[in-house]
């Protein structure tokens, strides 16, 4: 029997940051963290994981308080939409033509993740000639949303799983796993882990694809609906943890120049 004392059982597994990845982060309130391991100490640990399920439920709460629409999934950006779904369009037309080193992606199956009102569903995945998009959204009434108004006699959307991203059991094999907008919700170790199921769960020649907000220098916590915005450096670092190869990367052009710079990121298994 291995035995464990109380400081191991309140402490999570830790990972080994590089020296680059140890710079100091900010809040929205302008308030300093040392570097992430001191963001994660301050914001997840504790006893019994309390701290963790604090973590989880604040972001929750912000959302429940979320207008469900286009302009509510979006930060009262509303317009930023069409110029968002262009570029990922764009994005993806490498794996849906294939290439010389790639064959094209099949389009039977995707995940739309952190969905919503099913936004991205509807004017991207689907568009695009996703046959079946299925949903998971950790907030019920986006997702009752999605279905009553934006999916109401569209047989295409198969499911619509009202889970985190944190607890969400991979049940069916995905052409596509479109992450946008969402990870910044789930702390680091969570991340890695969530990225590995993913894999564990794409079809032979399937994708990972994440979209998000990019710090430019330094880690930013919004305390307002509890996320973070990681570096480019950090997510690349996270993305090797989990044992993800990226494929492709590229930056959305012609957004407000005021907002964070957003990425877009191809990955499949080492």
Request: hydrophobic share 35%; glycine share 6%.
């Amino acid at each position: 029997m291995t035995i464990i004392n109380e400081e191991q059982q309140q402490q999570p597994n830790k990972l080994k940051y590089p020296k680059n990845l140890l710079s100091s982060g900010l809040d929205g309130e302008g308030n300093t963290y040392i570097n992430i391991e001191d963001l994660w100490k301050k914001e997840l640990e504790g006893k019994d994981n309390k701290m963790e399920d604090k973590w989880y439920k604040s972001a929750d709460e912000y959302w429940k308080g979320v207008e469900a629409t286009v302009d509510g999934m979006l930060g009262g950006l509303a317009q930023v939409s069409p110029i968002d779904v262009v570029a990922s369009k764009v994005f993806i037309q490498d794996f849906i033509k294939g290439t010389d080193s790639r064959p094209p992606i099949n389009l039977n199956l995707a995940l739309d993740c952190g969905a919503g009102i099913g936004r991205v569903t509807k004017e991207f995945l689907l568009p695009i000639g996703f046959k079946n998009v299925d949903l998971v959204e950790q907030n019920k009434l986006f997702l009752d949303k999605a279905k009553s108004d934006n999916f109401k006699d569209d047989n295409r959307v198969e499911n619509y799983y009202a889970v985190g991203l944190q607890d969400f059991k991979f049940e069916k094999k995905y052409d596509c796993i479109w992450i946008q907008w969402v990870i910044g919700h789930l702390h680091d170790l969570d991340f890695i882990e969530f990225l590995k199921k993913c894999m564990d769960s794409l079809t032979p020649n399937g994708i990972i694809c994440i979209k998000d907000n990019c710090a430019k220098k330094r880690f930013i916590m919004d305390k307002e609906d509890n996320s973070v915005s990681r570096t480019e450096d950090h997510l690349k670092y996270l993305f090797d943890q989990a044992g993800c190869k990226l494929l492709k990367s590229m930056v959305q052009p012609n957004f407000p120049k005021e907002l964070f710079p957003v990425l877009m990121f191809a990955l499949e298994r080492k």
